[in-house]
């Protein structure tokens, strides 16, 4: 599971957004009238979509953990019933059915994990607190006075302090004229971009733990607990005993080969 998921960050790492999404979300976000104020929406806007390129990463794990107990079921019959060929493939056919069983149920639930992520950005989450302070305060400078307040709530008014003017151009038609970005932009720009990256890396531990946790309540600890269960209900009929216990050629030919040399 953590293999796969260091993996995938890195894939996430190198699509995130560059400074002319970010700016453009801003924008975007403002409407098509100007505003001097940046808005909260846009970081909300650019951190659930940096959630959403986790929702692949996340169901190719569960599709992998699938992959993996199946073949282990494979390879415990192939090892543990090789002198009944026939029981072999229908303990290991049973297995899997059971197994296919719990997929979807666990891809919907990893699909919730992530829809309840994106539903609600938690500016207010402990982690990101500390981390928000820490970004504004590069930025901004420190020395506020904040006190208690929780990111949430001074998220707007810390960054509006440094967005009282709108620098962007107009023309006397009131079009606005494309040009580089200005100091204050590209500050812009980069704390927002700091503090996406800083929501993503706690919302991607959390779903480093979650996730596990959700394959092997869903998946792995329903088969341990139903297997055996589900195999007397498939298996265990008096019409079957015949053809399951039926030994294969290959056993047979060794037992005469033996009895030849005895």
């Known amino acids: 599971f953590q293999l ?29 009238r100007p505003s001097i104020f940046i808005p909260e929406i846009a970081f909300e806007m650019l951190a659930k979509r940096q959630i959403g390129l986790l929702r692949d990463i996340c169901l190719r794990v569960v599709d ?22 026939t029981m072999k493939h229908a303990v290991m056919s049973a297995g899997v ?9 666990t891809r919907e639930m990893v ?40 990111a949430g709530n001074t998220m707007v008014g810390r960054m509006n302090r440094a967005s009282l003017v709108d620098t962007r151009e107009r023309t ?3 079009k606005e004229v494309d040009h580089q970005l200005t100091r204050r932009e590209r500050e812009e720009v980069m704390m927002i971009e700091r503090l996406v990256c800083q929501y993503f890396t706690i919302i991607r531990k959390q779903l480093q733990d979650s996730i596990p946790k959700t394959i092997m309540h869903f998946m792995v600890s329903h088969l341990s607990k139903n297997l055996s269960s589900y195999l007397i209900s498939e298996l265990y009929t008096e019409d079957r005993f015949d053809e399951l216990l039926r030994e294969s050629e290959s056993v047979k030919k060794k037992r005469e080969g033996a009895s030849r040399m005895l």
Do not use: K, W
């Open 4 to 32: 796969s998921l260091r993996r995938a960050r890195q894939a996430v790492v190198s699509t995130q957004s560059t400074g002319s999404d970010v700016r453009h979300s801003v924008r975007n976000s403002m409407g098509t």
């Open 64 to 85: 992998l953990s699938y992959d993996e107990l199946a073949n282990t079921i494979t390879n415990t019959c192939s090892r543990h019933f090789e002198r009944f060929d």
């Open 97 to 105: 059915a059971l197994l296919g069983e719990r997929l979807q149920p």
């Open 111 to 150: 699909e919730n994990l992530l829809a309840i992520e994106q539903s609600y950005i938690n500016t207010n989450h402990p982690d990101f607190v500390y981390r928000y302070r820490e970004v504004t305060d590069r930025f901004l400078g420190g020395g506020e006075g904040d006190g208690g307040a929780t």
């Open 172 to 174: 006397s038609s009131g």
